[in-house]
């Protein structure tokens, strides 16, 4: 089955620095790539997701790229602010005998953004 | 509208007892799926509900658990015999029918299960 590995576990960055977050999926199969943001003891959130037929979206001061090629995909959140901090997880969706039904995550990124 | 809701928010229990979870979905959310995220730890798919198909069952890790849906509402997550090892957040999320497309799913606040 489809398996998600994401570096790195933990981030530290400056406020104002560029971060970016690294997954690679084994299932060439998989078309859909969200990431959610999920602060301390609340819900995870989708901030960005993108198809397998997209190379990179932007959104603001987040951008993920797709290299359906090597398999693997980056979340990129330029000029962070301390509301930034939080833990992101990467997922992808793979073709089940039902359709594309369910999210495989990785393991998460603990992101911590310094005044 | 109203999100996705979980009940309870906490649950402690002793080992060896059963316990259900509750999810409620966003209304005209066809898909259901419950998760389990251990402290510390990514997202764990446990079973994903779409309307009258047969749910994918594929995640569940053991046949203590689980899990029913009414319709296309209400679902409730069993686990039996609980054992320390379940001690974990269970989360709930729905969606739209989803594709090949892409879907986002929605999740509920989750029930923080302890077994003592």
């Known amino acids: 089955g489809e398996n998600v590995e994401q570096h790195p576990s933990t981030l530290s960055v400056q406020e104002g620095d560029s971060a970016v977050i690294k997954c690679t999926y084994s299932?060439?199969?998989?078309?859909?790539f969200p990431w959610y943001k999920q602060e301390l003891g609340k819900r995870p959130q989708l901030i960005i997701d993108?198809?397998?037929?997209?190379g990179e979206k932007k959104d603001q001061r987040i951008a993920v790229t797709l290299n359906k090629t090597a398999k693997h995909f980056s979340l990129h959140i330029t000029e962070t602010q301390p509301e930034d901090s939080a833990v992101y997880f990467c997922a992808a969706s793979p073709l089940g005998s039902g359709g594309y039904n369910k999210l495989i995550f990785g393991a998460g990124t603990r992101l911590a953004v310094h005044p | 509208g109203a999100g996705v809701s979980q009940s309870p928010s906490n649950k402690v229990t002793e080992k060896g007892k059963d316990v259900e979870l509750r999810c409620d979905p966003i209304s005209g959310h066809t898909a259901l799926y419950w998760y389990r995220q251990r402290l510390g730890q990514g997202l764990e798919f446990l079973i994903y509900?779409?309307?009258?198909?047969?749910?994918?069952k594929s995640g569940l890790p053991s046949d203590r658990f689980s899990a029913e849906r009414t319709g296309e509402s209400v679902s409730t997550l069993t686990i039996q015999r609980t054992q320390q090892e379940d001690s974990a957040v269970y989360l709930c999320?729905?969606?739209?029918?989803?594709?090949?497309?892409?879907?986002?799913?929605?999740f509920g606040p989750g029930t923080r299960l302890t077994v003592l």
């Open positions: 993108i198809r397998s037929n997209v």
């Open positions: 999320a729905s969606s739209v029918i989803p594709g090949p497309g892409g879907y986002e799913q929605f």
């Open positions: 509900f779409q309307g009258n198909s047969a749910p994918d």
């Open positions: 299932d060439s199969a998989s078309n859909y």
